[in-house]
């Protein structure tokens, strides 16, 4: 039951705005966000704990909505460092692991 | 601080040869640890996770084997590779019972 990230990809100039989402169809605990540049590991950028919950960091926040299973990313004011792929990571707090989603690549472009 | 180390960065295999890759961790005590693989342009496979040091779940039947010999310690190994067994190999570690996992630099495997 992996999550279902959309879109796949997508194309900005800098300054735009962006969102990313994760939906599951399994009762979810929590979910996290991650970026990945090309060549290098995925970095952890937050997680969103089960409670309908909304985070921000700097320029980049998230919720998640428990009733749809559900999460959002939200990039404003795209800087070209965004650029990247984007995976959300879903836990049903049952075990060990994350369900990991397909990715999402964002390009950013002057 | 806690730190995660892998090594080599890069590696070009035969097929055939054996495999060893090592991974550890500083900052934390009794982690879970994780092994991932990533193809080109693709998303994560869990491999193997450890909750302790000898305890290791294998989530894809391969011709791969991890171990746990110390607590920070997670090694990932093979007797003979397959080429499909080239990819971005990454290991995880989580310190915290809400489980986010920080990635070391991963180690780019080409078997020839």
């Known amino acids: 039951q992996q999550p279902v990230q959309s879109p796949q990809a997508v194309i900005l100039r800098e300054g735009e705005d962006a969102v990313i989402n994760c939906s599951s169809s399994k009762a979810l605990y929590s979910v996290h966000w991650y970026r990945q540049k090309h060549g290098e590991a995925p970095v952890f950028l937050m997680i969103l704990l089960k409670g309908g919950e909304q985070k921000g960091h700097e320029k980049i926040s998230a919720s998640f909505n428990e009733k749809k299973q559900q999460s959002s990313l939200y990039l404003t004011a795209s800087q070209l460092s965004y650029s990247g792929t984007y995976f959300c990571g879903t836990s049903d707090g049952g075990n060990y692991q994350l369900i990991w989603g397909a990715g999402t690549k964002l390009i950013i472009k002057p | 601080s806690q730190t995660i180390h892998q090594w080599p960065a890069t590696l070009v295999q035969p097929v055939g040869s054996p495999l060893s890759l090592e991974c550890t961790v500083e900052g934390t005590s009794n982690p879970n640890l994780y092994w991932y693989r990533q193809a080109a342009g693709r998303g994560l496979q869990l491999l193997f996770y450890?909750?302790?040091?000898?305890?290791i779940s294998s989530e894809v039947p391969q011709n791969l084997s991890a171990s746990r010999p110390q607590d920070r310690q997670f090694i990932l190994s093979s007797k003979k590779l397959l080429l499909s067994d080239s990819g971005f190999y990454l290991c995880?570690?989580?310190?915290?019972?809400?489980?986010?996992?920080?990635f070391g630099p991963g180690t780019r495997l080409t078997v020839l």
């Open positions: 995880a570690f989580s310190g915290s019972s809400y489980n986010e996992q920080f």
């Open positions: 450890s909750v302790g040091i000898g305890q």
